[in-house]
T-cell receptor, first 113, second 115 residues
Framework: KQEVTQIPAALSVPEGENLVLNCSFT??????LQWFRQDPGKGLTSLLL?????REQTSGRLNASLDKSSGRSTLYIAASQPGDSATYLC????????????FGTGTRLTVIP | GAVVSQHPSRVICKSGTSVKIECRSL??????MFWYRQFPKQSLMLMAT?????????EQGVEKDKFLINHASLTLSTLTVTSAHPEDSSFYIC???????????FGPGTRLLVL
């Protein structure tokens, strides 16, 4: 069974710093990987989706990379802002159109003004 | 972009009552919808997968008679928590797959508190 791990569980950084969140998964046979943001008591907002054939995706200050063979993905946040404070979840899908979306436990990010 | 809505956003009920939560895909057709449960400071746990016009597929350990799922159309799925108990208090999130990239979109969640 696919297991998804996120390290660290929590991270505090001063405003303006660049940071990297890590996600690892045990089975490299994935269909795609998605990064989400969750604010306290709220649902999930999709940030970036990387297909298994891709190496990275970028959106604004966010850049996500995927190394499928080593079972790793990173989310890079440039010039962090207090509004970036949230829990970031990565999730991998193991086959197309199926319910096999496995979530990590998340990294809770706090950006200190 | 694609939007998934949930109603209600919050519900408080007495133990033993039933609660229905609606999940709608607002601007796309979703042949598959998912229901997740999230306890405080934990990640999302898949409860069941709902396909339009067919019975839902439940994950191991989820009671299908307690959590009734109906996916009557390509834009609506409902989750009914029957005879709710305090231990059912949780954050319930629905999700739907749509679009060419098969991105999974999530609803804003429903917080259930059973007294």
């Amino acid at each position: 069974k696919q297991e998804v791990t996120q390290i660290p569980a929590a991270l505090s950084v001063p405003e303006g710093e660049n940071l990297v969140l890590n996600c690892s998964f045990t089975d490299s046979a994935i269909y795609n990987l998605q990064w989400f943001r969750q604010d306290p008591g709220k649902g999930l907002t999709s940030l970036l989706l990387i297909q298994s054939s891709q190496r990275e995706q970028t959106s604004g200050r966010l850049n996500a990379s995927l190394d499928k063979s080593s079972g790793r993905s990173t989310l890079y946040i440039a010039a962090s802002q207090p509004g970036d404070s949230a829990t970031y979840l990565c999730a991998v899908r193991v086959q197309t159109g199926a319910n096999n979306l496995f979530f990590g436990t998340g990294t809770r990010l706090t950006v200190i003004p | 972009g694609a939007v998934v809505s949930q109603h209600p956003s919050r519900v408080i009920c007495k133990s033993g009552t039933s609660v229905k939560i609606e999940c709608r895909s607002l601007d796309f057709q979703a042949t598959t919808m998912f229901w997740y449960r999230q306890f405080p400071k934990q990640s999302l746990m898949l409860m069941a997968t709902s396909n339009e016009g067919s019975k839902a597929t439940y994950e191991q350990g989820v009671e299908k008679d307690k959590f009734l799922i109906n996916h009557a159309s390509l834009t609506l799925s409902t989750l009914t928590v029957t005879s709710a108990h305090p231990e059912d208090s949780s954050f319930y999130i629905c999700s739907a797959i749509g679009g060419l990239a098969e991105t999974q979109y999530f609803g804003p969640g429903t917080r259930l508190l059973v007294l």
